[in-house]
């Protein structure tokens, strides 16, 4: 197994974006990245510490706001104003 990841493959990882794992890193002092040559690596430690304490989950967080039958009434409400914009949009041409 690898010793160090760079911050493309932790990112891959993750699922989490560069810039993210960037503010991260900056702002958590557990995280101790190892610079070589200018370039951030992280350790298969690292990698375990923000999975379990970072979001990491991409969509399943988005969808974990809300229920179905919010989302159900949501695009409900949304084709509603699609359709009044509609009807409002024909009577003005």
């Known amino acids: 197994m690898k010793k160090y990841f760079s911050i493309a493959e932790a990112a891959s990882i993750t699922s989490l974006p560069v810039h993210r794992l960037r503010y991260i890193e900056k ?12 370039r ?3 350790t298969v430690g690292d990698i375990d510490y923000i999975k379990k304490n970072y979001n990491t989950s991409g969509t399943d967080f988005d969808k974990s706001i809300l229920n179905s039958e919010d989302r159900v009434l949501i695009i409900s409400r949304i084709d509603t104003l699609i359709e009044k914009f509609r009807t409002l949009s024909n009577s003005l041409l």
């Not at 702002?27 to 200018?38: F, G, H, L, V």
């Open 27 to 38: 702002s958590d002092p557990r995280i101790k990245i190892t610079k070589i040559r200018d």
């Open 40 to 42: 951030r690596y992280y």
